[in-house]
């Protein structure tokens, strides 16, 4: 097959463009200009010019979580390679599907310490699920066609593709390949039959059954196929912080989240489960505290697309490797055939166990001593107000778990954050991403005033190309996460969290001025009853970004909470006040 003649630069976009890429968030330099040059001439792809490579990173990572496409990015060689390695270890460990291309110098100067040179394949090797160097133009669509392609299929994940300045500027003849030859990978294995059939055996014998959905289930697509199975079985589940939304927080057998921070109800489920079937999760610490106490008479049905997950952290009974909705699809269909035959299921008195912890141990919080506004109010007001289909993309620190437990998430991909790497300034980048990939959505970026500061520049990003995302910083006026530990474990010796952002005299800076500044609409709120007004009035404009700064109490900790190390069986609800499981259970 003949093709057209073209530079390496031009052949970079026409494969861009061929893998159904429409967004790139780049910033260009010296050993990217060749495609930049060209980029110009682009019919189909849109390119969002970042003020930080981390930025273009964290962006491509909120489209693709968003849409469930693909997130593109773009940077030169050097400091502007190494700049997005933080957004590809944090889409990594996200399972995000993400292809970040950076220029290389050429490659007669590899090796020789040349002018923003960097071994950006070395360095990300440990953080990308493939990466790729270029050094030949010829192989620019194939290479391209297959970062996609690995990208987005089994585990889906983060590739580099590095391509060398002479790669970019040599002559080759442009062909897109009808076909991939990727020898040993095999992404999507099919179910074995035999482990169905033993976990739906273990489902209807089961007395205190439990569902721990994980980001599998959304990175799968697999969130019809899993509340079939759900439905079905009649068994109660949880939703990790990554899978927050992949059914219906409504839905009358939802626990809410477990782990560190997570509910009552649902930590006790797991830790007094006898079956425990994980479907896309992956046992993260966070989620089982001290590892040999988590959830001690269960045996563990687990089921997930990497292989390597599988007893990596608890040994499973039944390991069922595939495709979550696969997955979900045949265990459905197994166990309506085994009741038809007969229905030996017996819930009716864990259901009363976990229906009486449900209400005895609510989420809440309790009136602020310091006078000011309550972070669980405000985020829970925001969460109302802007209803369910708007899109939440959080910081990390209290604020995100505030997020993940007060916001009421009744559909997939409407709650995004960074869960595995806990990447601080994730929020803005990440939400304007979002918006661009959802441009009909309200997408908020709900910040603390320690991440904010962070990537805030990329407010001119989104003024510039009309990306009209709303951030709400809570503003404690410090680390507040690091001050809850501190408060806990550290003597309430404050060292080095104080911020000075929001409480008394002193705003550096001032988050309204700032907004003002960047021309987006800046507004304040630092009383109870303006919160509503607040919201509704940010909610109003949709012609720029919309920052409210939002004066919280310091003291606001997140509860309940299972110390780091620990059993779950120490969750605390409040601070020294742990549930009385021998009463209540």
Not at 61 to 87: D, E, F, M, R
Not at 497 to 511: K, W
Request: aromatic share 6%.
């Amino acid at each position: 097959m003949t093709g057209q003649q073209m530079t390496g630069a031009q052949a970079l976009i026409e494969s861009l463009e061929h893998a159904g890429a429409e967004v790139v968030f780049g910033l260009p330099g010296g050993a990217i200009l060749p495609t930049y040059d060209l980029l110009m001439d682009a019919k189909k792809l849109r390119h969002v010019l970042v003020r930080h490579e981390q930025g273009a990173g964290h962006a491509a990572s909120g489209y693709a979580h968003a849409t469930g496409k693909v997130g593109v990015c773009l940077a030169t060689s050097g400091p502007g390679a190494t700049n997005l390695i933080t957004a590809i270890a944090d889409a990594q460990m996200d399972s995000i599907p993400m292809v970040a291309i950076t220029g290389q110098v050429g490659s007669s100067f590899i090796g020789t310490d040349a002018f923003q040179e960097a071994d950006i394949v070395g360095m990300t090797m440990p953080v990308t699920k493939h990466n790729f160097l270029v050094k030949d133009a010829s192989d620019i669509p194939k290479v391209i066609k297959q970062a996609f392609h690995i990208a987005s299929t089994g585990r889906p994940g983060a590739v580099l593709v590095d391509v060398t300045k002479d790669a970019q500027t040599g002559m080759m003849e442009f062909v897109w390949p009808e076909t991939l030859d990727l020898p040993g990978y095999r992404p999507e294995p099919r179910p074995h039959g035999k482990q169905i059939r033993e976990a739906v055996r273990l489902m209807l014998e089961a007395k205190r059954p439990v569902f721990l959905l994980g980001g599998g289930v959304l990175r799968g697509d697999a969130t019809e196929e899993v509340r079939e199975l759900v439905d079905a079985s009649g068994i109660p589940f949880a939703t990790t912080l990554m899978a927050r939304g992949v059914l219906p927080d409504s839905h009358p057998s939802h626990l809410g989240m477990p782990g560190m921070h997570g509910t009552v109800a649902a930590v006790s489920a797991l830790q007094r489960s006898d079956l425990l079937i994980n479907i896309g999760a992956r046992f993260d610490d966070r989620v089982t505290g001290r590892l040999d106490s988590f959830a001690p008479g269960a045996k563990i049905i687990h089921a997930d697309i990497d292989p390597a997950e599988i007893s990596k952290n608890l040994v499973a009974d039944v390991p069922i490797v595939g495709q979550a909705g696969q997955i979900a699809k045949a265990l459905t269909e197994e166990l309506r055939a085994r009741l038809a035959e007969s229905d030996v299921r017996d819930y009716q008195a864990w259901w009363s166990t976990l229906d009486m912890l449900r209400t005895n141990y609510p989420l809440g919080w309790t009136a602020t001593e310091d006078g000011f506004t309550a972070p669980q109010k405000v985020i829970s007001r925001l969460g109302a107000i802007s209803g369910p289909d708007s899109v939440f993309v959080a910081g990390v620190g209290q604020h995100q778990m505030w997020s993940a437990q007060f916001i009421d998430y009744e559909n997939p991909r409407t709650w995004i954050n960074s869960g595995g790497l806990g990447t601080m300034g994730y929020s803005v980048p990440a939400a304007m991403g979002a918006k661009v990939g959802m441009p009909d959505k309200t997408v908020w970026s709900i910040d603390g005033d320690g991440c904010f500061q962070m990537t805030n520049q990329e407010l001119a990003t989104c003024v510039i190309n009309d990306i009209p995302i709303k951030v709400a910083v809570i503003n404690n006026s410090s680390l507040g996460m690091v001050r809850q530990w501190q408060n806990l474990f550290y003597d309430q010796r404050y060292s080095n969290t104080e911020l000075n952002t929001g409480h008394g005299s002193r705003r550096v800076p001032d988050f309204v001025k700032l907004a003002d500044a960047y021309g987006c609409v800046g507004l304040r709120c630092e009383r109870d009853e303006d919160i509503d007004d607040t919201i509704r009035q940010a909610m109003e404009i949709d012609d720029r970004p919309v920052v409210v700064d939002f004066t919280v109490s310091a003291d606001a900790m997140v509860w309940p909470m299972v110390p780091a190390g620990v059993s779950n069986d120490e969750i605390q609800i409040a601070q020294g006040m742990s549930p009385e499981w021998e009463r209540d259970i």
